[in-house]
């Protein structure tokens, strides 16, 4: 266990020396030479190094494992034959993997309570999360079913492009380009891995198909489900706070 800790801490290091040397030679260049400022940044570091060791170690020992081996276990009640059941279980463990991993994205919580405070508390976190969540379930769940069904991807991603482009004509301007970023502010260290590892294991186990052309390919229907779900989200609440603020005018006019 010491070993594979100590493996972790060394392949954090490594990625994190590319962003720490950017951002060491441009703070040195052009920013003062504060010390009680590099001593902080030492500190949070040091911190963040601990934490991506210890998150990467218990995610792929564990979470990343776990996710390929149930996909391999409900892939192969479907290699006797495509029965509802089957693809209905892998169907929707597909969907509530991809909605739990991305509701618990660091990256995607912390994006939340930006968003939150940038707009005065108008867009609660939660309720970004939950849309971002729900479509990245739902993209990952067609994403099952193209596997299950040998669909090619073009079929899949196509239209649901198509829905996204005419949603995004309609919602709310200001909310667009949220909407659009949040399925790849939802793939990070949690979904990625998870996900490829779902895709892979049921693309090993089906016969006839192939680990590379249909294991991945998922993450991209996962990303425009999350834009699809919040632009649809943000169109709802548009036409409710229409609504709520017509009420009062109509009862005025009545009255």
């Keep these: ?63 990343v494992p776990l996710a390929g081996d149930v996909a391999r276990g409900l892939a192969e009640r479907l290699t006797d034959g495509t029965s509802a059941a089957g693809v209905l279980a892998l169907v929707g463990f597909a969907i509530t993997l991809g909605g739990a991993a991305a509701l618990i994205e660091p990256t995607m919580a912390a994006t939340a309570d930006r968003v939150s405070d940038m707009t005065g508390g108008a867009i609660r976190p939660m309720v970004l999360r939950l849309a971002v969540a729900g479509g990245f379930g739902f993209g990952l769940g067609l994403a099952g079913l193209r596997i299950v069904y040998g ?20 919602a709310p301007r200001q909310l667009v380009p949220l909407a659009l970023d949040s399925g790849a502010i939802a793939t990070s260290v949690v979904t990625v891995p998870m996900i490829a590892a779902y895709g892979v294991a049921v693309a090993e186990t089906l016969p006839g198909r192939s680990a590379l052309a249909d294991g991945f390919g998922l993450i991209v229907l996962a990303m425009i489900g999350s834009a699809f779900a919040v632009l649809a989200t943000a169109i709802i609440d548009a036409h409710l706070r229409r609504r709520t603020g017509a009420a009062p005018d109509s009862k005025g006019d009545t009255g």
């Design 151 to 170: 669909v090619p991807l073009g079929l899949v991603l196509a239209p649901m492009v198509a829905a996204v482009g005419l949603l995004a004509m309609i």
């Design 1 to 63: 266990m010491g070993a594979d800790i100590g493996q972790q801490a060394l392949r954090t290091l490594v990625d994190l020396a590319p962003i720490l040397a950017v951002l060491g030679l441009f703070a040195w260049r052009f920013l003062a030479r504060d010390q009680g400022l590099l001593r902080r940044a030492v500190q949070g570091v040091a911190i963040l190094a601990a934490g991506m060791t210890l998150f990467r170690f218990g995610l792929e020992g564990t979470l």
